[in-house]
């Protein structure tokens, strides 16, 4: 599961070490600028994923890692799919995070509130 | 590159209008919103960026094409007693609490209609649209306008 943070004017996302080492990656900062919106969509773990380099695929279970679809790099961690929020980015190395949290609908708000314009 | 877009903005942003009006922001999944817009849930995060991105495109969509017009005329009453401000509505009691954004843009159309009806009867109109929603039955806003606030105390 990842760990996010928010501060202010960034989202840092944290992996577990072992998910780390099976993504090949060590988490993002991703400047709030960059970040278009958070959602809660526990829907999203039944979308197709692509083709994943590198990642692991164990459907059902766990996926974790970059996939591509339609000209598109979504980062995926999700085993739990109920808990799945979907950050989407511009101007990053991926297009969207698809990350299992420990309280979306509380990510999603923070999210939400750093990133409004003022 | 990706794929162009395989959908009409403008129709999504349409049916996504109908559906905030139905029902409250948080009953309303990504699941919902790709069966009932019929848009790739890809499309829709590349488009909108989130569920709330679509839901300010909605929002300000319907103020711009229901409300405003409603200030050159058009019977504001009769769209509020139709229904046909009910995202408006929703957005007010629902979202505008806890998102500022909502609230720039309802206090942008509430002062609309204040200018075109007045704040009172915007107030009793929104409020009869309400209950109406509730199933309480309600005197018509003309009767309302015309009897005393305590009848008890009448003469």
Known sequence: ?118 | MGRPRSFDENQVIASAITLFASRSYDSVSVDDLVTHLGVHRNSLYKTFGSKRGLYLAALRRHLDQDVRPLTHGEPALEAIEAGRLDLLLFAAVERAPVDEEVAAEVARALTWLDAELGGLLTAAALGRRVRTRAGVSTPALSELAGSPPHPETAT
């Open chain 1, 1 to 118: 599961m990842a760990k996010i943070q928010i501060t202010a004017d960034h989202v840092i996302v944290k992996l577990p070490l072992w998910r780390q080492i099976l993504s090949l990656s060590t988490g993002f900062t991703i400047p709030l600028e960059n970040v278009r919106g958070a959602t809660m969509d526990p829907g999203a773990a039944g979308e197709p994923k692509g083709l994943r380099s590198p990642g692991t695929y164990i459907p059902g279970v766990l996926t974790l890692g970059t996939f591509y679809r339609d000209g598109e790099r979504t980062f995926w961690d999700v085993h739990n799919r109920s808990r799945v929020v979907v950050l989407q980015l511009t101007g990053e190395r991926y297009d969207r995070l698809v990350l299992e949290v420990e309280n979306p609908r509380t990510v999603v708000e923070h999210i939400e509130a750093a990133t409004r314009p003022s």
